[in-house]
C-alpha cells in the first residue's frame, strides 16, 4: 500500500537468508553471501541474527488481566508461559487483554537494545517478565501497545521459532543508479549472475471467475507524462483480516509492521518485486472510474496519515469521478481507504514519472517506500507483472474472486534500448580474458536479452528495470563486476583519497550534518587516507595501504581528528579568531584475514573565540562547556534532558587521567546503557603541539549509528502537555571536589524520578566559604506530578529526601 511511510531505510533493502532462498538457491554461508554482493556492489551495512536477538522471548497466553490496585495506567496480568505455574506481570499497554497470545520475556533476558529484564516490583506489585511491543523487539515502529500473537502459536515455545524468524537479516546499501536493487528479487537476480544458479520468479495461474473487469470501471490516463502505465484488477468478496503467520513473519523480519491482509499483500509484492501497488475500496470510487490527471488548483485531500492537503496543478493525483482520491505514486486518500467493512477493491499497479513524483514529495513533506521508489525510477514492464502476482496472493489470502482480465492502459509502450558490446573491448578494458559467450551468460543473468550482431559484435537490449545502463562501457562495467575484478590481474594504483560512500546511513549522515550545521559548526571533508605520524602519535592500529599515493601517507584513518587538527590549523594560520567544524565520515579498523571492518562516526572540533569580538571590545573563548552543549544537543532529548528511550541510556563518566588525546578532568567518556559510543573534552596539549596548534583545542567523536538510533527513540514517544504545574525549588549543597556534578543531578533523579522533572547546575563555588578540598554546587529543580498540583509539603518532603540520599551517597550537606 502505498501510503506506508518511509524512512532513512529508503536508500537500503534488508533481506532474509529464507526469503531470497525462495528465488535462487545457492549453498553459500552468509559469511560468503554477503562478500560476494560486497565485491559486486551491493555494499553491506549490516548482518543480524534474528534468533540471536529474541533469545529469552516466549509465546505466553494472557489468562487474565486485572487492574493494577495502586495504578490507573497499569494492568496486572496472569501468564502462562508454559511453566508449571504462571505469571504474574505488571503491563502498562492498553491493549492487552484476557485471551491475547503475547511476547514475553522473561527475567534474566535481555531486549535486543541491550536491556536487561529483571524482576521488578511496580507500584507494590511484583512483576515477573515483561509483555513486549514490537519496537521493544526491534521488530516494527509500532510502540503504542503490546504485540498481539497468532492464536495458533503454541504457549511455552520460543518466539523465534514460534514466528519463523531463526533467520539471518542482511542490510545493504543500495546506490541510487541501482533502483532494481530495492527488492529482494533485484538482490536475488544477482546472486543469480555471481552463482551461475537459475533465478526462480513466482509462478502462479490466476483463476479469474469474476465478471469481465471493463464491466464495472474504466480508466483514463490524462497526463500521459506523469503516468505512462496505469494496469487495473478488481477483487470481490474479500474479507479483510490479519495476514497469516507466514506473511506477517516476512514482513517483520525486514522491519515491516503488518496491518491487514491487503496492506500486507501490496507491501509484501512491493519489497519481493519492487512495484509499488495500492488497493481502493471500489465501493468509495464514485462512478467506477479511475483518472488520472493533475490536481485542480486549490484541491483538497486527506491523506491516509489524517492531513489535509492542498493541492497545487503540479500535483498528479488519482481521481475518480469526482474527486482524487490519491496522491499518485505517494499516498492513498482517506475518502477511498480498505477498512475492515469493505468488500471489493480494486487494485492499482502503475508506472509514475520520477520528477513529478519527487516535486510533490517534496514540497508536501511525504516520503513514503512507495515514492522512494518512483523517485529511484521504477520498472514500467513490471507494473502488469506485479498486478498478476498481488491479485493471485490477495485471491488466496482474503478469499477473493478475480474479475476477468485487466485494464491495462499503455497508451505509448517503451522501447528498450539497444547497445552493441565489442568482447574483445570489454577485454581490453578489464586487461582480462574474457570470451564472447561469458559477456552474454552474464548479460542474460542480469535480465538482459543478448543476440548476435554483425562482425561477431553483441547487441544487448537492456530492461527497463536497468537505466543506469546507457554505453557499451556500462555494459564492460556489468561483466567486470559480475566477473569479479578480483580476477583481473594487474590494479591501477588509486590516488589520491578513497570516496566515501554514503550508507542506509546516507539519511543518518545527512541528518547529523544538519544538526551541526544549526549548531553552528562549519563542515569539513577530509582524506581518508592519513599522514603515518597519525598513527604513530596514537598509537592506534591502522590499515596500511598495499600502494600508498605517497610516501608518508599510507594508513586508512582510524579517526576523524587529523582531518578537523589540519583544517584548524590552515585555519588559525589564516589568522581566523575561532573555529568550530565537524565532519561525518567513515573510519576504518583492521581485521584480520578479510576486508577492514568501517564505522560511521561523527566529529567535532571547537577552539578559540566563542564569537567575533563585540564594539565594545570583549570577547570569550571557546570552553570545554561550549563543547559539552553541542554534544548535549546531539544526545540528549530536549524534552527530558536525558538521552534514553526505549531503555536507552547515555550517561557521561569523567576522565580523571589523561586518556588517549584527552586532558585530566577536562573531558568523558560517552557511554550507552554501559558501552563507550564516544568521547568529549579538552584535547591533550602534546597532540595540539604536534599539529603545530597553540591553543586549547576542545574535540569530540561519537558513533554516527548510535546517534542515529537515539534521535529514532525520541521521535517514537509522544506525551500530552502537562496538565498541573511544576514547582520549582533551589538547593546547594557543599561537597567534595572530587564529586562531579552528573553523579549528584544522577542521584536527585533516582529520589523520585516520578516527580523530579528536571535538574540544572547554575552555580559552582569554591573559596573562602567553604573548607579547603571542597566545593559548592546549586541545582535549579523543577517539580512536577502527573496526578495533580503538588503542595509546598510534598516539594518540602522530596527536597528533604534528596538531601538524606545526597548525605549519605557523598557526604554532601546543606549549605
Known sequence: MYGSPGNSEADAVKITRSWLADYVDVDWDIEELVERLTMAGLEEEAVEDLGARLDGVIVGHVLDRAQHPNADRLSVCTVDVGESAPRTIVCGALNVDTGQRVAVILPGSTLPDGTRIGEAKLRGVASSGMICSEAELELGTDASGIMVLPSDYSVGTPYADAAGLNDVVIDFEVTPNRPDCLSIVGIAREVSALSQRPLNLPRFELDAQGPPVETTCRVDIDDTVGCPRYVARILRGIQVAPSPSWLQNRLRAVGQRPINNVVDVTNFVMLELGQPLHAFDLARLREGRIVVRRAIPGEPLQTLDGTDQKLTPEDLVIADGVRPVALAGIMGGANSEVDDSTTDILLESAFFDRRTVRQTASRLGLRTEASARFERGADVAMAAFASERAADLLAQITGGVIDDGAIDVYPAPTSLPQIPLRPERASQLLSANIDSDECRRILQALGCVVDRGPDQDLVVTVPAFRPDLEREVDLVEEVGRIHGYHQVEGAEIVRGPIPQQPRGGYDIARSLREGLVELGLDEIISPSIVDDRWTQLMGTTACRLANPPAEGVSHLRTSLLPGLFDVARRNFNQRQSGVGLFEVGRVFSPHPGSLPDESLL??????????????????????????????????????????????????????????????????????????????????????????????????????????????????????????????????????????????????????????????????????????????????????????????????????????????????????
Open 602 to 815: 561523527v566529529g567535532g572540533l571547537m577552539a578559540g573565540q566563542a564569537s567575533a569580538s563585540a564594539w565594545r571590545g570583549d570577547h570569550r573563548d571557546v570552553d570545554v562547556l561550549d563543547l559539552k552543549g553541542v554534544v548535549d544537543a546531539l544526545l540528549l532529548d530536549s524534552e527530558s534532558g536525558r538521552g534514553s528511550g526505549h531503555g536507552s541510556e547515555v550517561t557521561y563518566e569523567p576522565i580523571d587521567e589523561s586518556v588517549g588525546f584527552l586532558r585530566a578532568g577536562q573531558g568523558a567518556r560517552i557511554l550507552r546503557n554501559g558501552e563507550t559510543i564516544g568521547h568529549w573534552g579538552q584535547a591533550h596539549r602534546d597532540l595540539c603541539a604536534a599539529f603545530d596548534v597553540d591553543r586549547d583545542i576542545y574535540i569530540f567523536e561519537i558513533q554516527g549509528t548510535c546517534v542515529a538510533r537515539l534521535w529514532s527513540e525520541w521521535g517514537n514517544d509522544y506525551v500530552p502537555l502537562p496538565k498541573f504545574p511544576p514547582i520549582e525549588r533551589d538547593l546547594a549543597v557543599v561537597l567534595d571536589t572530587g564529586v562531579a556534578a552528573g553523579q549528584i543531578i544522577e542521584e536527585i533523579r533516582r529520589v523520585d524520578p516520578t516527580l523530579v522533572e528536571t535538574v540544572e547546575v547554575f552555580d559552582v563555588y569554591t573559596g573562602d566559604q567553604v573548607e579547603t578540598g571542597k566545593h559548592s554546587l546549586a541545582f535549579s529543580l523543577s517539580l512536577r506530578s502527573d496526578s495533580g498540583t503538588l503542595e509546598d509539603r510534598d516539594a518540602d518532603q522530596v527536597i528533604d529526601r534528596i538531601l538524606k540520599r545526597l548525605g549519605d551517597a557523598f557526604g554532601a550537606r546543606l549549605r
